[in-house]
């Protein structure tokens, strides 16, 4: 199953959403691509255990390596 | 649940930072307009809870977001005393006899202490020579 994750640009630097792929890249495949105003990550190959809260927590994580990266 | 939040009543930094403080207890994404004026704040409860919870969740987000707002507002306004008291601080940390010591007439370009002069111009040829006997 194919989930895509639109971080605005204005909030979400990439810098904090490479973190967090790099935290979460042994439960999924990631890709991320970058927009004008967005940095888009498309995941796929979601570990199974993990697959109901898994884009919710690495949207979480993501807040939190934005807040770090302040 | 989405709250729509004025950026110019919450700056980003009090919004990121009254997030911050919930990620323990909720799911939290956060999204602009396209002119960036409003922010959207997804708010998602961990596990299932009821929609009265939710709304208390939300009551109790939007408290600490006005708290980081205010405490947000404060730091921007005290940021130059804070700078000065530190400042000032650390000058008096200094030895008397450094700060007496201390000429302000000097010319940075004579370079008593040869702070620009690169290494090897000052050990380069020393270190050279001595292998050289050796």
């Given amino acids: 199953m194919r989930k895509n994750v639109r971080f605005n640009c204005g909030i979400y ?11 979460f890249a042994h439960l999924a495949k990631f890709i991320v ?10 995941i796929s190959n979601i570990d199974n255990e993990v697959e109901d809260v898994f884009i ?8 939190g390596a934005v807040k770090k990266c302040l | 649940m989405d709250i729509k ?11 990121l930072n009254a997030a911050y403080s919930f990620i323990d207890r909720a799911y939290i994404f956060l999204d602009s307009g396209s002119k960036g004026a409003q922010i ?3 708010l998602k409860g961990r596990g299932k809870i009821s929609k009265k919870q939710l709304e208390g969740l939300k009551g109790e987000f939007m408290n600490e ?9 404060i730091s921007r306004e005290n940021k130059k005393i804070r700078e000065y008291i530190v400042g000032r601080a ?21 370079d008593p202490l040869g702070i620009a002069k690169p290494w090897e111009k000052k050990f380069g ?3 050279n020579a001595k292998k050289r006997k050796v």
């Avoid at chain 1, 919710?56 to 807040?63: I, V």
């Avoid at chain 2, 939040?5 to 919004?15: G, R, T, V, W």
């Avoid at chain 2, 977001?65 to 507002?73: E, F, S, W």
């Fill in chain 1, 13 to 23: 630097n990439k810098k904090a959403v490479q973190k967090s792929v790099l935290a």
């Fill in chain 1, 33 to 42: 691509k970058d927009s004008k105003d967005y940095i888009e990550v498309k």
């Fill in chain 1, 56 to 63: 919710d927590e690495f949207k979480n994580y993501a807040l």
């Fill in chain 2, 5 to 15: 939040l004025n950026s110019k009543i919450y700056p980003l930094e009090a919004i």
């Fill in chain 2, 40 to 42: 959207k704040v997804s």
């Fill in chain 2, 65 to 73: 977001l006005l708290n980081c707002a205010l405490r947000y507002a």
């Fill in chain 2, 90 to 110: 650390l000058y008096s940390f200094l030895p008397a006899e450094d700060l007496a010591s201390f000429d302000n007439k000097t010319n940075y370009r004579e």
């Fill in chain 2, 125 to 127: 040829k020393k270190s």
